[in-house]
T-cell receptor, first 113, second 116 residues
Framework: QKEVEQDPGPLSVPEGAIVSLNCTYS??????FMWYRQYSRKGPELLMY????GNKEDGRFTAQVDKSSKYISLFIRDSQPSDSATYLC?????????????FGQGTILTVHP | NAGVMQNPRHLVRRRGQEARLRCSPM?????VYWYRQLPEEGLKFMVY????????ESGMPKERFSAEFPKEGPSILRIQQVVRGDSAAYFC??????????????FGPGTRLTVL
């Protein structure tokens, strides 16, 4: 079983739609959970991170963690064509806040006008 | 404050040649990570270094690959005797000194290696 699993999509939605991106993980020791966005031919950039369970909101983006089911989600409200990118969930190893990141496969999102 | 810099951005090598990838971390960052992104796959961790020390190389292939982060100068990922399967995008990330809060890893633009 992979440590982090993510549906690669691709996902295509109309502008203004609510997007839900999801990952599952296997190790209950994980404490920090990240979402990175990667535009084509670019390096990943951190969108949000959360610690332990709960929700975190930043503008149109909401990150959610459910540790009981080992499930993490990223919601994008009022999606825009500029949100078209690959979204990667990532988890630092061993429950720490630093060190190597284990990434999901990435979900390719296209928001069309 | 300049971001993480990687060079070259594109590198073409023939089978059997050596590839050297360079990474200059952000100013003030003393931790460097290398990741590889193969076509149709996610980012995979390779190695984690601090100045003059390899902290975690659990993701490095046992042969042909090596990494260093000297006291002065950029971090280098070296691939000897490249094969076609080494063709990938190689990303470097840096983070500041460890602390009690999460230390974000800032990624460079990547080096795209093509092996002919």
């Amino acid at each position: 079983q992979k440590e982090v699993e993510q549906d690669p999509g691709p996902l295509s939605v109309p502008e203004g739609a609510i997007v839900s991106l999801n990952c599952t993980y296997s190790n209950s020791a994980f404490q920090y959970f990240m979402w990175y966005r990667q535009y084509s031919r670019k390096g990943p950039e951190l969108l949000m991170y959360t610690y332990s369970s709960g929700n975190k909101e930043d503008g149109r983006f909401t990150a959610q963690v459910d540790k009981s089911s080992k499930y993490i989600s990223l919601f994008i409200r009022d999606s825009q064509p500029s949100d078209s990118a690959t979204y990667l969930c990532a988890i630092p190893a061993g429950g720490t806040s630093y060190g190597k990141l284990t990434f999901g496969q990435g979900t390719i999102l296209t928001v069309h006008p | 404050n300049a971001g993480v810099m990687q060079n070259p951005r594109h590198l073409v090598r023939r089978r059997g040649q050596e590839a050297r990838l360079r990474c200059s971390p952000m100013k003030g960052h003393s931790h460097v990570y290398w990741y590889r992104q193969l076509p149709e796959e996610g980012l995979k961790f390779m190695v984690y270094l601090q100045k003059e020390n390899i902290i975690d190389e659990s993701g490095m292939p046992k042969e042909r690959f090596s990494a260093e982060f000297p006291k002065e100068g950029p971090s280098i990922l070296r691939i000897q005797q490249v094969v076609r399967g080494d063709s990938a995008a190689y990303f470097c990330a840096s983070s500041p000194i460890q602390g009690s809060s999460y230390n974000e890893q800032f990624f460079g633009p990547g080096t795209r290696l093509t092996v002919l």
